[in-house]
């Protein structure tokens, strides 16, 4: 059980283009979803955290316009990265747990994107 | 500003013995710990957690310790088995400004366990 489904695994796209990834809790009701990047040889930094049916709370630094957290769902959220460009390459990735106290986060298995 | 931080990017250990895997941290107010291993092209999976009101706990062949007075925490796997290798992560709870649970994540452990 706890499964997390992350799609797409790898994007490849040109600079100025729109990249939607989703996250999705197979088999369990995801109250709260995490974004997390991760730079090479450096460690999961979490992005935004999103409430199933509120705003996503982002950490700081992190362009909220750039991108655009959606969890319309208890089994779905969305990233997508606006406009991306070179500087936003990285690996994402997503995690969910439901409101079960002492439940632990259960991640997706990421997406690397690569901007041209 | 590291505020998990795993000293040993890598660790070697004969099959059958015990690994230890270790992990600092600097932030008093994190109240709950956990382990997370990862194998390649894979997401992290939960491994086993421990409350920062405990100094222990055990789950099969791992078991987690914590000393809080040392902002230190280990994994101790034992027996070590070949499906162990893979990289761990330390991670931290904390609560956010808007009282959302928040991960802090050290950079990883390789495991390597030698047949």
């Known amino acids: 059980g706890a499964v997390v489904s992350q799609h797409p695994s790898w994007v490849i796209c040109k600079s100025g283009t729109s990249v939607k990834i989703e996250c999705r809790s197979l088999d369990f009701q995801a109250t709260t979803m995490f974004w997390y990047r991760q730079f090479p040889k450096q460690s999961l930094m979490l992005m935004a955290t999103s409430n199933e049916g509120s705003k996503a709370t982002y950490e700081q630094g992190v362009e909220k316009d750039k991108f655009l957290i959606n969890h319309a769902s208890l089994t779905l959220s969305t990233l997508t990265v606006t406009s991306a460009h070179p500087e936003d390459s990285s690996f994402y990735i997503c995690s969910a747990r439901t409101a079960r106290p002492g439940w632990p986060q259960h991640f997706g298995d990421g997406t690397r994107l690569s901007i041209l | 500003d590291q505020q998990v931080k795993q000293n040993s990017p890598s660790l070697s250990v004969q099959e059958g013995r015990i690994s230890i895997l270790n992990c600092d941290y600097t932030n008093s107010m994190f109240d709950y710990f956990l382990w997370y291993k990862k194998y390649p092209a894979e997401g992290p999976t939960f491994l086993i957690s421990i409350s920062s009101i405990k100094d222990k706990n055990e789950d099969g062949r791992f078991t987690v310790f914590l000393n809080k007075s040392a902002k230190h925490l280990s994994l101790h796997i034992v027996p070590s088995q070949p499906g162990d290798s893979a990289v761990y992560f330390c991670?931290?709870?904390?609560?956010?400004?808007?009282?959302?649970?928040?991960?802090?994540f050290g950079t990883g452990t390789r495991l390597t366990i030698i047949p």
């Open positions: 991670a931290a709870r904390s609560r956010s400004n808007f009282g959302n649970e928040k991960l802090t």
